[in-house]
């Protein structure tokens, strides 16, 4: 609450006292300090550091300009050498600790991430087989070697699901690609650890919060900075850099997934930078609607006094009055002793309210404007995050083809991509597919495959391997028909029957476009 000082008046001016109920709110959002940020001295104090990096550093604290017959400089200087300087890494562009909270403290912002997640990483995955298994076996002959064939595939694929289950205790497989991209979507980054068993082999794949790492300045690695602990990380596949923070002989391994921007080209930037207005717009509005409610909705007021003067202790009780009688509160009464009147003039005293329209939910325009920056931002449809108003069935449709094509579909590529740099050490027979969002219900799907089989487009064993079924026997090769059946087939891919063509032209279209709203469209005579 804020009061306006007192202005002194001549007996015909007006003097007024400006009252502003509300509570007082910090725009910042809090953020832990960067752990990087530490100085020299600090950093000696953590653990994880070997004796050699904490020589290194102490060299570099204490820098001596030496002068002539031993005099030399005491000034000092550990405040000037930090973490970043220590450790030789990279300051991220955006201080990655407020990205975290943003995703916090913003719907938008954290239903669109969500939704991101949901449809890229969330859907689960499948093992399909590689390009020179799929040749291995289709150059095999006789039905017999191909049912054996498929069969130590399918045990092959049980195994290595098995020890993708294997490799965290604590997490499934699943969620740590969920806590990836969550990071990935959020920061900008996301980082897969990865350690391995004495003998070299995989053993460990695990998730590292990325508001935690760094990346070398070298590129040679990454730094971790948690509960006052230092680790340093090697780039999956690097078996000889060594470790220059802890000195571990044997340090683990990370795959960095980045959201590349052209502004840097250590980090990834989120999307959500370049809606940060927004988001901020949206606190703001945010907060004026709860300090406007928490105030039983009194709005400001000017006090309005004329031929008079107020004595301080009528001063005092207007104010204690806003500050502590009338905030929150229902039929308050102020009490007002005021000078008596005059010959020439009469003392009066009035309170005006400044805002004294409605004023609940304000700025319900903006806050739309500024929800469809953020969403653009993300590209992701307003239909993914529950807000369906006034969208049709066909344009939801729509929307979720191009978020699949345009934004899913890529992301995922670009993740199965690092994740089969892992398969490839396991096995060359089979490669990590992200399962894809579906734009089709069982019943479409099928006719689908109905129609694919008819027209020896496929065999039926493939489609089953989509489903996750085993092969059947025969099942690799496309269904042989008779010519009956095949200029049946034919007849309904072409739709030449002319009772096919009645039926086309006179069927409804839900499965087509959606028709016009009423007042919209081209108009019929």
């Known amino acids: 609450m804020t009061i306006n000082r007192v202005v002194e008046a001549e007996p015909e001016e007006e003097q007024t006292i400006e009252v502003s109920l509300g509570s007082e709110y910090s725009r910042d959002i809090s953020h832990d300090p960067d752990p990087f940020a530490k100085s020299a ?5 953590m653990d994880g550091l070997s004796r050699s990096f904490k020589i290194r550093t102490t060299k570099q604290i204490q820098k001596f300009y030496r002068g002539v017959d031993g005099a030399a400089s005491k000034k000092e200087e550990s405040q000037e050498v930090t973490g970043y300087n220590a450790f030789m890494v990279m300051l991220p562009p955006y201080n990655l600790d407020y990205l975290a909270k943003l995703y ?71 969620e740590t690609v969920i806590k990836v991209w969550t990071d990935y979507d959020v920061t900008g980054n996301g980082y897969l650890e990865v350690g391995r068993k004495l003998n070299g082999e995989i053993g460990y794949l695990g998730h590292v919060p990325s508001t935690t790492m760094r990346i070398r300045q070298r590129r040679d690695g990454f730094v971790q900075i948690i509960s006052n602990k230092a680790v340093f990380f090697r780039n999956f596949g690097d078996s000889e850099t060594t470790d220059p923070v802890g000195g571990d002989s044997r340090p683990n391994e990370v795959i960095h997934i980045k959201k590349y921007a052209p502004s840097n080209g250590y980090y990834g930037i989120s999307d959500i930078v370049a809606a940060k207005a927004a988001v901020a717009g949206n606190e703001f509005a945010t907060r004026f609607n709860l300090d406007y409610f928490e105030n039983k909705a009194v709005p400001r007021y000017v006090i309005v006094i004329k031929g008079g003067k107020l004595s301080p202790t009528a001063e005092r009780r207007i104010t204690e009055f806003f500050q502590t009688s009338l905030k929150g509160k229902n039929h308050r009464t102020l009490y007002v002793p005021l000078p008596p009147d005059e010959q020439d003039r009469k003392t009066s005293f009035e309170m005006k309210p400044v805002e004294a329209g409605t004023q609940d939910s304000s700025f319900n325009n903006y806050r739309k404007g500024n929800l469809n920056d953020i969403l653009m931002a993300h590209r992701v449809p307003i239909t993914k995050v529950g807000l369906a108003e006034g969208a049709s069935l066909a344009v939801a449709r729509d929307a979720d083809k191009t978020f699949k094509e345009q934004v899913c579909r890529p992301e995922q590529t670009i993740f199965e991509n690092k994740l089969n740099k892992i398969m490839r050490e396991v096995t060359d027979a089979f490669l990590i597919h992200l399962n894809e969002l579906s734009l089709t219900d069982e019943d479409t799907q099928s006719k689908i495959d109905e129609r694919a089989i008819r027209n020896q487009w496929t065999t039926p064993n493939e489609i089953r391997a989509r489903q996750g079924k085993p092969g059947l026997p025969g099942g690799d090769k496309v269904v042989e028909q008779k010519p009956q059946q095949k200029a049946e087939a034919n007849a309904q891919t072409n739709g030449t029957r002319t009772r096919d063509q009645e039926r086309s032209s006179n069927s409804p279209d839900k499965d087509g476009e959606a028709r016009q709203p009423k007042g919209e469209g081209r108009a019929t005579s």
């Open 104 to 174: 916090e403290v913003s719907p938008p912002h954290y239903s669109a991430v969500k939704a991101k997640v949901a449809n890229i990483v969330g859907l689960g995955f499948d093992l399909v087989e590689t390009p020179a298994a799929k040749r291995k076996l289709d150059d095999l002959e006789g039905e017999e070697k191909t049912k054996k064939a498929r069969k130590k595939i399918e045990l092959e694929k049980e195994r290595i699901k098995e020890w993708i289950s294997s490799c965290n205790e604590e997490d499934d497989f699943l």
């Open 41 to 45: 001295k600090e950093l000696k104090e």
